[in-house]
């Protein structure tokens, strides 16, 4: 499936709850195993989303 353009509005029905998901992920790992979970999170959401222009717009977002 193909995404046409980044969602930079809010797209999650109970964000609060998607960033605790989030965080509990993280909980007891060191700072190695933490960036590593953030390493492969990443990697499968680049996966999801599958188009290279909605990630090449979503790298600029997230530096800016």
Request: without cysteine; proline residues 2%.
């Amino acid at each position: 499936m193909r995404m046409s353009a980044l969602i930079t509005t809010r797209n999650v029905d109970r964000p609060d709850d998607a960033y605790d998901l989030l965080l509990t992920a993280h909980e007891g790992l060191s700072k190695e195993e933490s960036d590593a979970l953030n390493a492969r999170l990443i990697l499968t959401l680049i996966n999801h989303i599958g188009d290279l222009d909605v990630l090449r717009e979503a790298l600029e977002v997230a530096r800016a």
